[in-house]
C-alpha cells in the first residue's frame, strides 16, 4: 500500500518524509541487463518501513476489519462512512493532516487503502461521479 503511494506520488505529505529517508541512504546499485544478476532495490521498503508497520498495524486490527464492507452489498451512505472513518483513523496514525489529497481523481478510487475498505472490490462501482466524491469531501469535513 505504502509502496504504490511512493511510486504513484500520490501522498505528498508522506512523499516528503520518504524523500528525506530516501536521500539519506546510499545511492541505489547499478541495474544489470542480465536477470540472474539483477538484484531488488530495497531503498523504496527501507524508506517506506514505519508507514507500512503503522498501516499493517490498522489493517491487521479485528476491529478495523469489521468496518470493511459486508458480504452483502452495502449502500453509498454506508460505504462512504467506512471510507472516512479508515481515511481518518490512518491519517491519524501516519500523523498527516489528509491522505485524501486526490479525491477528485481515479488515483483516489484506485488508492489501495481506497480499496481495502471492501474486500470485494466494489468500491470502484460505489464511487463514481463528481457527486460521491463531494460527499465523500462533504463528510470528511463533518467529522
Same mark, same amino acid.
Do not use: C
Given at each position: 500500500? $505504502?509502496?504504490?503511494?511512493?511510486?504513484?506520488?500520490?501522498?505528498?505529505?508522506?512523499?516528503?518524509?520518504?524523500?528525506?529517508?530516501? %536521500?539519506?541512504?546510499?545511492?541505489?546499485? %547499478?541495474i544489470y541487463g542480465n536477470i540472474i544478476r539483477r538484484r531488488v532495490d530495497e531503498r523504496d521498503y527501507i524508506a517506506t518501513y514505519p508507514e507500512f508497520v503503522t498501516l499493517l498495524g490498522m489493517v491487521a486490527d479485528p476491529d478495523w476489519r469489521t468496518l470493511r464492507a459486508p458480504r452483502r452489498w452495502a449502500n453509498l451512505s454506508q460505504h462512504r462512512r467506512t471510507i472516512n472513518a479508515v481515511y481518518t483513523e490512518a491519517e491519524h496514525r501516519l500523523n498527516v493532516p489528509t491522505l485524501r489529497e486526490?479525491?477528485?481523481?481515479?488515483?483516489?478510487?484506485?488508492?489501495a487503502l481506497f480499496r481495502w475498505t471492501d474486500s470485494l472490490g466494489r468500491s470502484l462501482?460505489? $464511487?463514481?461521479t463528481p457527486d460521491d466524491y463531494d460527499a465523500l469531501e462533504d463528510e470528511s469535513h463533518q467529522n
Amino acid at each position: 500500500m $505504502v509502496r504504490s503511494w511512493l511510486h504513484n506520488k500520490n501522498q505528498p505529505h508522506l512523499l516528503s518524509r520518504w524523500n528525506d529517508r530516501l %536521500a539519506q541512504l546510499p545511492p541505489k546499485e %547499478a541495474i544489470y541487463g542480465n536477470i540472474i544478476r539483477r538484484r531488488v532495490d530495497e531503498r523504496d521498503y527501507i524508506a517506506t518501513y514505519p508507514e507500512f508497520v503503522t498501516l499493517l498495524g490498522m489493517v491487521a486490527d479485528p476491529d478495523w476489519r469489521t468496518l470493511r464492507a459486508p458480504r452483502r452489498w452495502a449502500n453509498l451512505s454506508q460505504h462512504r462512512r467506512t471510507i472516512n472513518a479508515v481515511y481518518t483513523e490512518a491519517e491519524h496514525r501516519l500523523n498527516v493532516p489528509t491522505l485524501r489529497e486526490r479525491l477528485h481523481s481515479h488515483a483516489f478510487s484506485n488508492d489501495a487503502l481506497f480499496r481495502w475498505t471492501d474486500s470485494l472490490g466494489r468500491s470502484l462501482m460505489l $464511487v463514481k461521479t463528481p457527486d460521491d466524491y463531494d460527499a465523500l469531501e462533504d463528510e470528511s469535513h463533518q467529522n
